[in-house]
Each structure stands twice: as structure tokens, then as C-alpha cells.
């Protein structure tokens, strides 16, 4: 990849304690590869810490979210919401995010997954930032609450999206840009059938590092200097070269995050 190309990583656990023995060395391969900013979505309270230290020491490539992850609502969540609500009073975040609905795992919290992300759109739409959507199992419950919530002020990126041609047209009726990462390079992964009949005005690229890596790192550690092989595999759908692939993917991440 050309040494001039800017890709942008919109959704990356940077923080994970997966990278906490090359971390630094990590974020420069990925720079190194073109891929020089990293949106960081947040899970709850214990990693908003990490978070800023991230951005201390990574000026310039490193942009915040703020919110509370699905499957980290417990009994607690109400406490948890009350975080994400005064950070977000404090100071910029890029996002509202991630937020959404997740039953793969455990539908015994879907009637509060339901109030948090509900809460937390609204507290996008007072501070005017795009939500980043985390949905597993889960697409009517979330189109339910998006049909219910919908406005001009809604508007974001649906993460991972893994939904059918349908679902996808769906996500982009709500403002929704489609988060595309290593499933599209999976043989099972089934987006790369239709994606072509969706208009790259509506993709935004992401790692979710560091899981889902890529073809050929399927089943490694994930991290965002992969994401090359994503773009090449958009290349290949779309029949484009991969510097105009990554031009127009950074440039629909500015309409989203607005930088």
C-alpha cells in the first residue's frame, strides 16, 4: 500500500489488553501501512482510562467514543449510563458508541440493553454525534428502536454489519453507514455477495481489532495495519484501486465523525 494513502480504522479496542506487550509497536505498523486514525469505541466505565492515556500518547491518530457496550449491561447499567452521561458532559468525544443489542450471548438483560441503548441515542442526538451500533441476533429489536428514534439528528455507523442486501438498505434508511471489516474477506461471510449493489457512499472500514481479522490472519489477533487486506478486497468488489477505495471510505468517516 502506498505510503501516502490515509485509512481509517472506525472501530478498534486499542486498548485491549491483547496489544498491552506491543501496543505502541502495533499502532505504528498499522501507520506504517497507511492506517493513521483509529476511532475507539468504548465497553464501559473500567476502560475510559485506557482510553485517554490512547489518545495522550497517540495525538492527532487517536479519537474517542464514549458509551456502554450491550453486552457489558448487568445490574449495574443504570450507574453505568450515569458515566457515559458525564463524560460526555466533560469534554469532546467523536461518538456515542458502542451501543446496540446483543443476544448471542444472553437475552436476560434485553428489557435493560433496550433502555440503555435507547437512552444512549438520545444522548447522541442532544450532543449532535453519530451513534456506533453493536447488533448480534438482534436486528428487529434494533430497527425497532432506530424506527421509533429516527430523525435527522440519528445518524452513525452500523458496526460489523454481517445483516442480508435487505437489512443493509434497511441501516442506511436510518443514517446508518455500513461498518465493513474482515467478514467481507471470510468465504461464509455472505455481505461480499450483495455489497456491490450498495453504493460506497455508505461504507465506512473497521478492524473491531483485535478480533476478526482478516483473510489471510482469520483466527489471529486482529489488528488495524490489516485492514490493507480489507481494502483490497473492496478494491475487488467494486473494481476500483485501492487508493480510491481508501479516498472515499476516510472521507465518509469525516461525514460520520466530522473530522
Request: aromatic share 10%.
Amino acid at each position: 500500500m502506498e505510503t501516502n494513502i490515509i485509512i481509517t480504522d472506525t472501530h478498534t479496542h486499542l486498548y485491549s489488553e491483547q496489544f498491552d506487550l506491543d501496543r505502541d509497536q502495533m499502532i505504528q505498523r498499522a501507520i506504517d501501512a497507511g492506517v493513521s486514525r483509529f476511532f475507539i469505541p468504548a465497553i464501559d466505565s473500567t476502560c475510559t482510562q485506557a482510553m485517554f492515556d490512547l489518545e495522550k500518547n497517540h495525538p492527532g491518530h487517536v479519537f474517542l467514543m464514549m458509551g456502554l457496550h450491550p453486552t457489558y449491561v448487568k445490574d449495574n447499567y443504570l450507574e453505568e449510563l450515569q458515566h457515559v452521561e458525564s463524560e460526555l458532559a466533560k469534554r469532546k468525544f467523536y461518538a456515542v458508541g458502542e451501543i446496540g443489542i446483543d443476544l448471542f450471548w444472553d437475552k436476560t438483560h434485553l428489557k435493560e440493553q433496550q433502555i440503555a441503548f435507547r437512552k444512549q441515542i438520545q444522548l447522541a442526538k442532544q450532543y449532535k454525534l453519530p451513534i456506533v451500533i453493536h447488533c448480534r441476533d438482534a436486528f428487529d429489536e434494533i430497527f425497532q428502536i432506530l424506527e421509533e428514534e429516527k430523525s435527522p439528528e440519528l445518524f452513525g455507523i452500523f458496526h460489523c454489519f454481517t445483516g442480508t442486501y435487505e437489512q443493509a438498505l434497511q441501516a442506511i434508511s436510518y443514517n446508518m453507514k455500513l461498518g465493513i471489516g474482515g467478514v467481507v474477506t471470510f468465504k461464509n461471510g455472505k455481505i461480499d455477495q450483495f455489497l456491490s449493489k450498495i453504493e460506497l457512499k455508505h461504507l465506512v472500514l473497521e478492524t473491531d481489532s483485535p478480533y476478526l481479522a482478516p483473510i489471510p490472519f482469520r483466527r489471529k489477533r486482529n489488528e488495524s495495519s490489516y485492514l490493507v487486506a480489507v481494502v483490497d478486497k473492496l478494491a475487488q468488489i467494486y473494481s476500483l484501486s485501492a487508493i480510491e477505495i481508501a479516498a472515499i471510505t476516510t472521507e465518509n468517516s469525516k461525514v460520520v465523525f466530522g473530522i
